[in-house]
C-alpha cells in the first residue's frame, strides 16, 4: 500500500484497464490541441489567469492528498470531492 492508501494497482476487478485509460488520454489531448490551434489557445489567457489556475491546481492537490484523506466523515459525505468542488468554484469566479 502506497501513501495514504493508495495502491498502484491495474487490471484489477472493477478497476478501469489502463489501456482504455491511455486511449481516452491520447483523444482528449488530440482534441485539446485541435480546438486550442483552432481558438488561439493559451494566447488568449493573461499571466494573472494563468497563475490563477497555478494556485488553484495546487490548492487542490493539497486538499486532495494532504487535507481531504484525514478528514473521516460517514460513508455518504465525501469531503475529498466538496472540498475539490469548493476549490474549483473559488478558482472560476
Known amino acids: 500500500m502506497g501513501f495514504n492508501q493508495i495502491g498502484g494497482y491495474t487490471n484489477v476487478l ?4 489502463w489501456e482504455m ?3 481516452y488520454f491520447l483523444v482528449a489531448s488530440a ?12 494566447r488568449k489567457f493573461s499571466t494573472l489567469d494563468l497563475v490563477y489556475i497555478a494556485v488553484g491546481g495546487a490548492l487542490a ?15 455518504f459525505i465525501d ?3 466538496y472540498g475539490r468542488l469548493f476549490i474549483l468554484l473559488i478558482v472560476a469566479a
Open 14 to 17: 472493477g478497476e478501469i484497464p
Open 21 to 23: 485509460v491511455e486511449v
Open 31 to 42: 482534441i485539446a490541441i485541435y480546438l486550442g490551434r483552432r481558438s488561439g489557445g493559451l
Open 61 to 75: 492537490m493539497v486538499w486532495e492528498f494532504n487535507v481531504g484523506s484525514l478528514i473521516k466523515t460517514p460513508s
Open 79 to 81: 469531503i475529498g470531492f
